[in-house]
């Protein structure tokens, strides 16, 4: 299994925090066909062979991806896209 672990910094309110985060599912979830569900703070994903959680904090959105066998061989792409993503829609949040 292959883990991928990306932290963005943010100066958000945590409804806002919480809209970018629903950003990033959104578009993760119609690129790589994931579902997700939040529980609390926390957004949720899997998928076959992946899965993950998304920690909302007062400063900081954490990302945890794990990833299985098959998957893991696209570990470069999928941390790049993702990493980009988190970039790019909590600082335009």
Known sequence: MADIQIVQEHNLSPERARAAAQQVADKVA?????QWRWE??????????VEGALTLGAQRAALQIRLGMLMSAFRPAIEAKVTDKMR????AA
């Open 88 to 91: 790019r829609i909590f600082a």
């Open 40 to 49: 609390g703070d926390v957004l949720r994903f899997e998928r076959s062979g």
């Open 30 to 34: 119609a690129e790589f066909g994931m």
